[in-house]
């Protein structure tokens, strides 16, 4: 059986861009990680630009696939709702430019859908059947829904529409650290929030995802829904992992 080239992700954040090759029996690194500071203004073209750099690394097989994560709305490639990043990505064929830019074959997908992808694959909620709800609580909350292993992409529960307040501006953690929030208002928002979700999808686990799941000892218990909640466990590679694992496509699960 031939070796096939380690999937590359590349996780596009507001402050930094990251990437690294990933085995993907594993979700390990197989090279180190390298960032690269995110672009200001960052357009697709400047991040085009800074991932290039990322897989033009000697390390980094030109045969790899290419996943890049982008936070909004990716549908066959093209960007749709961008609530966080340069407006100038709307409608933008994300994965033709990149495609194009790289000279190979990129995967552009929405944050959280790579982020709740790895963990559903090979983080907290690994060999869970059934429906998983992972969530990022981060700037904004991203959302994955995962049934069997398999990913529906661009959820978008962050927007739902609760108490006439678009969610994730009311419940991220970016609302928790401007507010000055303690954990347990803040795990008041957040229990109205999983409830509506709850509600909606009868899920079967959450997945709290986003840098904030470090301190998740310090707020899950205080969220009052009857679904089990757990943190993430891959933190912050998993937007590299995710990404890496979808470029690289089903038919290549063991
Ligand atoms: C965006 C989502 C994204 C989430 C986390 C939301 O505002 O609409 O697409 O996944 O933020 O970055």
């Known amino acids: 059986m031939t070796e096939q080239p380690h999937p590359f992700g590349v ?4 402050s930094g861009i990251k990437g690294a090759p990933v085995d993907p029996r594993t979700g390990e690194f197989s090279a180190d990680r390298q960032r690269i500071e995110t672009p200001q203004p960052a357009t697709p073209q400047a991040v085009a630009d800074v991932v290039a750099r990322l ?3 000697p390390e980094v097989s030109s045969e790899a696939p290419v996943g890049v994560t ?9 960007v749709h709702l961008a609530a966080n990043i340069d407006q100038s990505w709307l409608g933008v064929d994300a994965d033709a430019l990149f ?3 790289l000279g190979r074959p990129v995967t552009v997908v929405n944050d959280a859908d790579a982020a709740g992808y790895a963990e559903a694959r090979l983080g907290a909620a690994a060999g869970k059947q059934g429906l998983v709800v992972v969530t990022t609580l981060g700037t904004g ?4 829904l995962i049934h069997d292993g398999v990913l529906v992409p661009n959820s978008e529960l962050g927007h739902l529409e609760i108490d006439g307040h678009d969610a994730e501006t009311r419940a991220a953690n970016g609302v928790r650290e401007r507010e000055g929030l303690s954990w347990e208002e803040w795990a008041r928002r957040l229990t109205r929030y999983y409830g509506v979700v709850e509600m909606l999808l009868s899920p079967d686990l ?12 310090k707020f899950l218990p205080l969220i009052e829904v009857k679904t089990p ?10 937007g590299i992992v995710g990404a890496a694992l979808l470029a690289q496509g089903d038919e290549n699960r063991e």
């Open 11 to 14: 996780d596009f954040g507001g």
């Open 55 to 57: 897989v033009g690394r």
């Open 70 to 78: 982008v936070p909004g709305i990716v549908r066959h490639g093209v």
């Open 99 to 101: 495609t194009e830019r």
């Open 141 to 144: 909350i991203g959302s994955a």
């Open 206 to 217: 959450f997945v709290v995802g986003g840098g904030v799941s470090k301190h998740a000892a």
């Open 229 to 238: 909640l757990i943190p993430a466990t891959l933190r912050n590679t998993a």
